[in-house]
Each structure stands twice: as C-alpha cells, then as structure tokens.
C-alpha cells in the first residue's frame, strides 16, 4: 500500500538531506518538574538534536527499564498530569522547529478517548506517537485516527520480528521505523556488532520508511556504527542518566559529544 | 498474532512487540495441548499424584445449623500441594514450559502463595526460576520468601512503583522481554495478555469440574450458589468453569471491600463503583485508576486480592450478569475466618475468607433445600504473620520480640 | 479389666486404679467400633470428605535418578488436613468420643502437631479442648500453639520436669483422672497404655491398607522396604500395617540420631543401646533412662521424634526383627531435607526428614527393579521457626528482628 | 480367700486398739535432702503419727498433683537415688517403731528388679508398699513376691471403682486399703460429704483389712469427719506444703494440731 508521506517522513528526509544520521532524543515530561523538560528541551534543540519523543507519564512503563521507569514515576509523584503534558507540548512545537513525537503507553490514550487523544496532539503539533503496547492488532481506531490527522504511528521492529510481521508493521506505520537493537528493555547495555548490522539489514530491507534504532545508543562510537545503516539514532536513557549525574545543565554538553 | 482473546470489550494482548513472537509460541503450544487430551490426562495424572487431587467437598455441619439456612458446602483447595489452587494452574504450566522445551520460569507473585507455587514446581521440572515480589511483599510475607529461597528459587524484592503485585508484574515482563528464548512466564492468574486469561481459567477449571460432579454425588442435586473470593480471578474461574451452563446456579465472587468504598481503601473492582475500564499489564479491564489512567493504590487486608485489574473474563461476566458482584470488608473477613476455625476447625487463607464472609451473610435467608458451595482456595497456616497481626495476638507479639532478642544474642556471640 | 495389650513382654496398662473403668470403658468402645464395619466406613468418609484420604503417592524422579539405584516414592501424609498423619488418629478418636457420648477432649503435644489436630477435630465435632505442652515446647513452638488457641482449644504450658512431651502426657493423665467422666484423653502416637498402641495403629493403618494397593497399582508390586521416621510409632505403625504380611518388604524404621550415640545426645531407643526396658507413662517398653529408672533428657532437632519411649509393638517388632531400626543425625535429617526441598519441591518435616534420610543413605546401593517407599508424615511449612534455625538463615533473623521492632513500636504507642 | 494378718495388718489393729482413728503421713525421701527428711520422721514420730508413707522420688509421678509431683523432682535433681532411700528408709525404720510403707511407682521396682526389691524391702524393715500405677493384673511377681515376704501389697480404692473390683483389689491386697476420697491426683481439695461418707460405707462393706483415706485430708476436722467411718486418715501434701511455707520445724506443730 502506497502512502503519501507524513510530515514526519517528511522531516526526517529533509534533514537527512543535510546529515547521514539524525540523532533523536528521549525525556519523560515533567521529570523532574515541567520547566526542567522545557529547559532540557531547548539544550537539545540547541545542541543539535534532530527529533524528540516527549513521553507521557503512565504509572506502569511495562516496557521501560530502570532510568525510564524511575522518570515516570517521579514525574507522576511531582504532579504530572495528562493535561499537563499536553500543554508542555503545545508549548515546545511552538517554540521549537524540529519534529516532536509522543512516546506513551495506550491506556494514556484509552482513557483519555482514543480520537480526542489524536486530535489533541495535532492541535499541540505532534508528529508522530509510539505506543509500545499497543500492537496494529489492537490498535485500528488508533491506526485511523492517527492516518486521519496525518501523524505517524510508529511502530517497533525487533529483532525477533520475522520479515512478514515487520512488512505487517510497516504497513500499518508513517513517519518512521523504530528498531529495538536488542531484547529487553530501554536503558540497558547494546553490543554493536555484525548480528546487529545483519538485524538492521533486515529491517532495512522490510520497509521504505525511515529507520531510527534505539535501546543502548549513547556514544558517538554507537552513533558511527548506525551511520550508513539507519536514519536516526535514537539516544533514550542515556540522557536522562547524564541529567541525575550531573545535572540538567550538563545534557547540552553530552549531547555535542554526540552530533560534534 | 491474531485479534483474539475478547470477551465483549475485555482482553486482549496489548504487549510490547518483541513479545508478539513469544505469545504466538505460547498461544499455539496452549491451543495445541487443550486439543490433545493426552495432555489433560497428564495434567490430571500429576495432580493426582503430586498433589491430592480430586480435592475433597467438606459439609461445614457447625456452621450450616449456626446459620440456619442453606447448607454450606467448602470446596478443599487449601489441600493442595503447598496450600492454595495456586497448585493447579503452575503445575498445567509447568507441563507446558516442558513442552515448549524451556528451562526457565519466573512469575510474579503478592502475597508469596503463587511464588511458592511457582518455585515448587520448578524444583520438581529442574527449571530454574526468578521470582519477582514487590519489596513491600517481601518485608509482609518472609515466610513464603523463605520456601522459595529453600526450593532454590532467586526472589528478587522489585523496589519500583507502588513495591507490591502490579510492579511485580511489570518486573517479570521486563525479565521476558530479555529472556523469552529461555523463559516461561508463569502468570498466576487469569489475567494478563491472552492467552493467559483463558488458559489460566482452563487449568483452574479442574476445580469446577470435579466440584460439580461431587456436588451431584454428595446432594443428588447442583447447588444453588457458589462462592469465589476474586483477585485476579483464578480460583473463581476456576470454580465457575463448572457450572458455566448450569443456568440454575447463581455464581458469586466477591472481592476485596477493605475498609469500605473510596478509592485507596479496598480492591473492589466490580463490586464498587472506583474501577474504570482501562488496559494495563497487557490486557484491558476494569481497572482502579484515575482519570487519566494512571493505577492507584489499593487497600486489603488480605495479600491476595489486593490487584488493581480483574481478569477480563470476570469483567465480561459482571456485564453479562452472568457472575453476581459484591465486597466483604476486612472486618467481616477476619470474623469469618475465625468463625469458621473456631467452628469447624478449617483455617481459610484470607483471601478465600472473603467468600466465606459472603456466604455466611446470605446462607440464613436460603432454605435448607437449598445448598450452597465456598471455594476455598487456601489456607491461612502459612499467613500467621498476617494472621496474628489481623486478629491482634499479643502473646504471638511476645513471642516475636522474645525469639529476637535470642537472635540477637546469638548473632553478637558468633 | 483384663491382663491384655502384651506384644511379647511390651506393652501393658500401668494406670492408676481410678482410671480401670475408665479405660475399660474405652477398650471395650474400641473393641465395639472394630468389629463394626460401618464404624470404619464412617472413619472412611470422615477422612476422605474432611481430609484428603486417600493421600497419593508421589515418584520422586529427579532424587531417583540423582541417587542411581532403587526407585523412590513418597506417601503423601503431608497432604492431610492439618499437614500430617496425626489427623487420622484424632479423626478416630474423635468418633470414638462421640460414641462414648463425651464432650471434652485432652491431649498432650510436644511438637504442637498433634495439639493442632486434636483441637481441629474439638473444633469440628464440637467438643471443649484442652492441650498440655511443656513450656519449653510453648515457647519453641508458638504457631502452632497460635492456631489451637484460634479453634477454641485452651493450651497449658507444662512448667513440671523437663518441660517437653513426656511431661505433656504425665499432665494430661492428672487431668484425666479428674474429669473421666466427660472426658476423652486424645492420645498421640501408638504408646501409653492399653488400647492405646493397638488403637492408634489401628487408625494410622489406613496409611499403610492405602500405600499397598497404590504401590500394587502404580508399579505391579511391593516395594522392597518402607521407610518411616520413628517417636512414639504411629505413623511407622500406619504404613508398615500395610505390609505386615509381606515377607518380602523390609520395614525400616528411622528414629532420631540426634548428636550421636551416649545418653542425652538422641532419642534413638531401639537402634542404639542407651535404652533399657522400663515402664513408664502407663505400659511397658525401652526407654531412656538410668539404672533406677529415672527418665534421661533426649536431644533431636526435630520436637516430635524427642520422646523417652516408644510404641511397644515396635519394642515387640525390633526384638521378633520384623523392623530394622536406624537411627539419622540432625545434620543428615536437615540435609535430607534441603534436599528433597530443592529437587522434588516436596517439604517433609524435620521429623518424616529422618524417613528421608535413610532411604538416601540406602537407595543408591539397591537396583533400579527395586522400589521403596517414604513415609512423608508431615510437612515442615508450619515449623518455619525451626526449619529456619536448622538452616541458620540470616534473612530469617532480621525479618524477626525487624517485626519485633514493629511490635515493640506498637505497644508503646497504643 | 482368708489370709492371716501381716505386720503392718497387725500393728494397725493394734494402734486402733488405743486410738479411734490413726494419722498416717506423707514424705518423698530426699526432699529437700536426706537428712531433713529425717528430721520429719523423727518431728512426726514424736508428735503423734501412727504411720508414714515413704515415697522414693520418681521421675513421673503420674498420680501425683503439683505439691509432691516437685517434691519428686527436687529430690532427683538434689540426688536422691533408690539405693540412698533404701539406706534412709533402713535408719529411720531401726529408730523409730511405727509402720512405714513405701510409696513409689513401678519403674522403680521394676528396675531394680522386682524380688531384689522386695526383699530389699524386708531387710529395710519396711512393712507395706503403694504403687499407684501397678494394677494386680500387672503385678503378678510383685504380689508374689510381696505375700512370700510378709510385706503388704497395698491396693487403692476410688470412687469410681465398682464393687467386685473392690473384692479384688482387696484379695491381692494385705495390711490396709488406701481408699482415695475423691478423683484426680493428690493435693487438691476435697468435700467432706454425705457422697463421701456412702462411698465409705461400700470401701468398708467391700474388704476386711484395714481402711486409710487419703488424697485432700488436711485438718482436724477432716480428720473428725472420717472418725468411726475408717481406720485411718492419711495426710499427704499438705505437710509437704507446711515444711515449704513455715519450714522443717514448723512440721511437728502442724501434727499436733492434727493428732491433739
Ligand atoms: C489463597 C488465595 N486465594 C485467592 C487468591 C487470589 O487470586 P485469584 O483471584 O487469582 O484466585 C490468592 C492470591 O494470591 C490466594 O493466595
Ligand atoms: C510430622 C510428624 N511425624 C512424625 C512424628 C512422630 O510421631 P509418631 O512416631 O507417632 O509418628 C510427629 C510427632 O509430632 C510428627 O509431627
């Protein structure tokens, strides 16, 4: 099924056009307070950063290791709402030019109404959500109102995904791939290696979109292995370890370390 | 992956995609077995010899005078090799795990019932196995830390979240993401992604099975009630699975009321008014959320019912009407369980007192014609911490502080 | 009252004069339900609707192959009611009561198993309870005192001679010989005076009539040897009852090693020769004691195999050879243990441990046509605190700490 | 089956010649030590007894209540041995001229050897022996040895026991019949009642030896209550208890309250 591309593909073409890997970047709004995700925000944007999931809080982040789920919960604790978030959105697409996802869980979407959901983001300039429990199976209201509003569903390859599933996927997805480097959850360890390459030759060969890997990058090395092979290297954990290191005044600098 | 796994609204498989290999694995290794009745026979066979199956019917003669009404019938799950149903649908999963030629099992549990369960079964199949228990449940329940630690199993405290089920649950996933190709995910109740639903509810339906029989050979008739506390929803599945078609027998489950209604004080999903349908944990149902779905905190006295979801079968069957909905609060609950030790020298866990509560408020207004079944789905004798903290022993207090205070001396000598 | 309940010279009925009625009342009661068929049926059904009787036999596969040599199985006692065999005797004797029309049963405990399961059976027949223990066994063993207080039963702590069973049983006769009239005097094991011994095997023997016919069925014949653990005798007695005929089983019985052979280390009364023939307690049998004839203090890490006597059939048995006598150290019992725990996922108490050890010691050495038999006569989860101290858990000791903490907190501040 | 009179038989006739009812008492050897149970005999003796029971310490004292059931135990733990009470027994029975039984329990015998005991028994110069827990049908070789020896196998009469046991108690018993007044074990309190003085009337119509009541006997009016009904009051606790509240010497003024 041909579609025609989204705003998000056709961000990423377009930056893609300038770079040979975009870098994509991951933080729970809210974590550890609003103004903070603002102010990491714009570090990132000024740092370099291509593209940004900004992640919802839910109070059980199923597939979020440690850093991640520890994020969700303090933003949770520190008052974090829904409405909140999408504010904060609204707030960032506006004052930032580069593509901004939402990365959540579905039940933020099913008890906000799937449709009110959708068209909140788009008022709120999202481009693009991933949804990691919420398989195409599951999701066909989603799947239609996101196609609707024009934002791309993206869903996740993995490496245990057969080639048939992964063109299932593709199908059912705009804007982009996102491919798991490996098994488990965010924030873990990744070894860069040949079954990796061979994964992302697969992957890469399964769809037209934009691939983005993600799950363990977090040093220009990573990022030099990706180039040539993907699109978009997707830095999650990582960043929010720099932030309760060393503060979020230190994000901007681990992040030029990154694109420099 | 196939769209099934819905009963009306309920169910489903909402589950991080590196899984949806696992679950099709799984799915068909279940579809596979429930077609082949050389497994059921096998399944049987171990129970039967293993644990002692057929569990037996006990009329509670005391209390059904006392009452005054129908006549009071206790299904025996307590027992069962190591103490609850929990036995049943780990030992049918064990078989499976073998089956699909996997060598390691982990499970989440609450109050340690479903863990022992798991980590016994695992000694006796040779797997190795994680068990994942929120630290809250850790500290609550070292009893059943300790046999798990004995049948060599690794219990791992989770610290996240709210430290009790729900968190562990989410741990055990995160386990599976990394080592499906290894690894079993035990789920201890009829909840989760499909097919765990419907596969826990299938091996717990043994107790159903055999109930309805027995009641036929014990009353010449079905009884006219029967009574499931409900949790996630196991044991009651596993009960009501017998009388499914039999339009004359009203089933009841009943939940935990805690101290009554009010978000945060009890776990009443379907009994109360709090829960709100949501998807959480792979599956959707009613669950004890907020507006905007984030899971709240819950209240019980008892260890093991205190989940914010219920299986979605039961969420199906309280819209349907099929299964009738109430709570009994933690005061009604420890009066029941003592009531029923004091009369009939029968220790129900906690969890199962629910059921009995329930039953004791209704049993009066029946006839004597009419009978009445409790599923007891464990025994206490394992919860005494919980037991004696409910019941307010101080002599047990005393005993605590006094063993202590030896362990402490006895640590400073060596 | 006649001269009889002799097994060669053990035996007998040494009772104060104020108690030949009363035991000639109980004799001739016993002698009445045995010829009874339809008293045994009654027994049957109680155990079978009440318990789990039958209890299953359960193949231990993976310590059969560990092992090398003889097939091992495992009569499942520990899945009774109450978690052992001693709920078969008191099942009994609390018909019997019932038939003598009395409204009061006693009991002694020195592990607190049978305590638990006299006061289960008061609390299901309906009869006032009383318990005696020694205080050191009060103290030692408080669950199980929690729960005979939570069916109702008064407990006494025993603060006369050593404080442990024996004196249990002295206080329970003081008590009998006071209140005869209306009540029953629940004896433990297969000792005491006439009818006891003959009685309490009799009802102990549905263990063995049962493991015949299962092994029959389960493996086309007899097992070469039965293996029981040994205090007064009545689960040995039960299970070899079984295969009292059968010239080709050995009948192992395994009594508490304790510390090793000498006076004060075991309670080892027919395997080692610290024990001469006395009478004490109301019959005539070994045990430990000096030349006067003063009991001695036994040594064993589990509380119910502690017990100067024995059943004096099994004095009887030991001399005709019918039964081999072994004895198992505390080290090897708490291994033996660990053991079955980790590979069978199966939790014998300390004292049905003693059974397992043997049997460990002796499989290897027999061949792989061979079969024997385990009597499982209890599980170990209610004695938690031993088990712990057995296996010297730290986590174990700084869960108590902490609780006690909780408790001390408590009481201050309300 | 007539029997001629033994020692003890005859030397009870002949005290109740003088006195309407004999005082027989209670002591456990050894307790608190050998040398004050001497002391008692002797405080006894000269204030008035007619009898004494020698109880040698057992380690189960199965019929006996709290008083004496201690009073056994402190003599074992203070060391009290069969062979040290048969050596008190022997000086007590050379310096004093009045009857002393044994009491004990058949261990002890039956460890020592039941005719080593007996005739034990006679070279101490003891003339009769109690041993609750031995029913004539146990004791065939002790009723033996007893009758060979002239020493008096003393049975028990109870409450509870019926007529035609009371005639065979009595045939395999010589010297005396120890009736207990009530049931349950020694040291506890017993009503002096019109369902006593039945139970009497049948232990006297049912034996022709002797009669001593024992078991909650512990005043002078007690004592007054049993006159003309039976031979024999024994009191047995109750000095104990008065040697442990006032001491040793406070054991002959308590007698003679008894006996004035
Ligand atoms: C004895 C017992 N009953 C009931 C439950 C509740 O679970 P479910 O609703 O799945 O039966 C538990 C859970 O731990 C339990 O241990
Ligand atoms: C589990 C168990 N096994 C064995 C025994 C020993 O008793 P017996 O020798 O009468 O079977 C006890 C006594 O408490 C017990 O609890």
């Known amino acids: 099924m041909a579609k025609s591309p989204t705003t998000l593909e056709l961000a990423i073409r377009k930056a893609r056009e300038k770079k040979d890997i975009l870098l994509m970047t991951h933080i729970v709004l809210g974590y550890p307070n609003f103004d903070d995700s603002l102010r990491v925000v714009e570090d990132m944007v000024k740092a370099g950063v291509d593209l940004m999931e900004l992640q919802i809080p839910f109070s059980e982040p199923m597939a979020d290791g440690p850093v991640i789920l ?191 | 992956m196939k769209n099934s796994g819905y009963y009306s609204q309920f169910g489903g498989a909402y589950i991080p995609e590196i899984l949806v290999p696992t679950f099709d694995e799984l799915e068909s290794a279940y579809l596979v077995a429930r077609e082949d009745e050389s497994f059921w026979q096998e399944y049987i066979d171990l129970m039967s010899t293993y644990s002692c199956r057929a569990t037996p019917i006990t009329r509670l003669d005391n209390l059904t005078e006392q009452l005054g009404g129908a006549n009071v019938y206790v299904k025996r799950e307590d027992l069962n090799h190591t103490g609850a149903h929990k036995a049943n649908n780990v030992m049918g999963q064990g078989l499976l795990t073998r089956r699909m030629g996997k060598t390691r099992v982990i499970a989440e549990t609450g109050a340690g019932q479903h863990g022992v369960a798991t980590a016994t079964m695992a000694a006796k199949f040779g797997f190795d196995c994680t068990i994942y228990m929120g630290a809250h449940d850790v500290a609550r329940q070292r009893p059943n830390v300790f046999w798990m630690e004995q049948m060599g199993a690794t219990v791992v405290a989770v610290t996240e979240g709210s430290q009790t089920l729900k968190d562990a649950i989410n741990e055990a996933f995160r386990d599976w993401v990394s080592n499906m190709d290894d690894t079993h995910y035990v789920l201890g109740t009829a909840c989760g992604p499909h097919p765990f639903p419907e596969m826990v509810s299938w091996f717990q339906s043994i107790i159903g099975i055999e109930s309805r029989e027995q009641m036929l050979e014990r009353t010449g008739k079905l009884p ?88 979605p079968i039961l969420s199906h069957m309280h819209e349907t009407k099929e299964v009738r909905f109430e709570a009994a609060s933690d005061t009604e609950v420890v009066e029941a369980m003592q009531r029923t030790v004091r009369n009939e020298g029968l220790i129900p866990a906690l969890e199962s007192s629910h059921a009995f509560a329930q039953a004791y408020k209704e049993a009066p207004d029946m006839s004597s014609n009419e009978d009445i079944l409790i599923n007891m789905s464990g025994r206490a004798d394992k919860d005494i911490f919980t037991v004696a903290d409910a019941v307010h022993d101080p002599k047990w207090q005393q005993f605590i502080i006094d063993k202590a205070e030896a362990y402490r001396a006895e640590m400073q000598n060596g």
Do not use: W
């Open chain 1, 70 to 260: 520890k994020a969700n919960s303090e933003a949770l604790k520190a008052g974090a709402t829904v409405e909140k978030s999408f504010a904060a959105a609204e707030r960032i697409t506006r004052e930032f030019d580069i593509p901004f996802l939402f990365m959540t869980y579905y039940n933020i979407l099913f008890c906000y109404g799937v449709d009110e959901f959708v068209s909140r983001c788009k008022s709120a300039g999202i481009t693009g959500c991933i949804v990691p429990d919420l398989p195409p199976a599951e999701g066909q209201q989603y799947l239609d109102a996101m196609h609707a509003a024009g934002i791309s569903p993206v869903h996740i390859f993995t490496p245990k995904t057969p080639e048939t599933r992964m063109r299932h996927l593709s199908d059912n997805s705009s804007g982009m791939i996102y491919c798991v480097a490996r098994k488990g959850v965010t924030g873990k360890d990744t070894a860069f290696s040949d079954d990796l390459s061979e994964y992302l030759e697969l992957c890469r060969s399964s769809t037209d979109l934009p691939l983005g890997v993600g799950f363990g990058v977090k040093s220009r090395e990573d990022i030099d292995f990706l180039r040539g092979k993907v699109d978009i290297a997707v830095v999650g954990s990582e960043t929010i370890r720099v932030m309760e290191q060393d503060g979020v005044g230190a994000v901007k600098g681990f992040i030029e370390t990154l694109v420099a």
């Open chain 2, 224 to 311: 006219e009630r029967v009574y499931a506390c409900v949790g996630g929803g196991s044991n009651a599945m596993g009960i009501f699975g017998g009388f499914l078609e039999d339009k004359g027998v009203e089933l009841v489950g009943v939940e935990a009321g805690g101290r009554g209604r009010g978000q945060g004080q009890h776990a009443a999903r379907l009994a109360y008014d709090d829960a709100t349908i949501g998807v959480a944990q792979g599956y959707k149902t009613y669950f004890l959320q907020d507006n905007d779905g984030q899971m709240q905190d819950t209240h019980s006295v008892s260890a093991g019912l205190d989940y914010v979801g219920v299986s």
